[in-house]
């Protein structure tokens, strides 16, 4: 996926919700500060379903997919996951194992944080009910992803978020992610991309290409009903 600069032309309508935006810079920056940082290339794995948490991976660069596989093997996409977001942390509080997987979709740089640490910095700035509300705003985010309602909206606000976290008008995602995420067949997929080149939306091998941000953005604004 290209990584050069892409405006995000009209501004988000959902208030931001990543850790960054509920604890704040301050807050971030210290958390930050205390790590150490990692660059990884696409295509990674970053943080392995079922195995205990012993580190958080802050997200300074680049995008990363949370895929959770059920016991029969199939996979779902139960987020993207860009710059200001926290991950690793349910295994490292809850003290069981780790709920999916991460896998890195772009080049990104992590800090990592051991989750001693990780336990001590939430004490020490008072975390707990932030990372509450965090908690709260990822179960609204899969829920309005997967919960039905019409699918071309869905489809939409799920590209403009990923388009705006990666800053990117090329998408590395494949039309089978999509699928998992908005729990719709490969061939909605691919019919609903062909609705969505009115919006220059373009959908190419393993890469979606949006040429018109703001147009998007305006099915995405839409009532999905
Ligand atoms: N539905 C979800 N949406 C976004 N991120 C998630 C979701 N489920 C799990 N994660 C993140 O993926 C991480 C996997 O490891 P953990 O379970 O330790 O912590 C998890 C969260 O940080």
Known sequence: MSDFPYSSVGASETPGETLRDLAGEAVWDDL?????ERWHPPGVLLLQQGEPGTLVLAVLRGVAKVVRTSRSGAPTLLAFRGPGELLGEVA????GVRLASVETLTRCKVAV?????FTRF???????P????????RLRESTQARGGGDVLHRLAVTLVKFADIS??????VTHDELAQHLRVSRNTITRLLRELESCQVWARRKRIVIDDLPALRRVANSDGG
Request: glycine share 6%; no cysteine.
């Open 32 to 36: 930050v500060r205390q790590s150490y």
């Open 92 to 95: 490292v509080r809850g003290g």
């Open 113 to 117: 944080m051991m989750a001693p640490e």
């Open 122 to 128: 939430v004490d020490a700035h008072e975390l707990s």
């Open 130 to 137: 932030v990372l509450e509300r965090y908690a709260l705003a």
């Open 167 to 172: 800053r990117a008008r090329e998408l590395a």
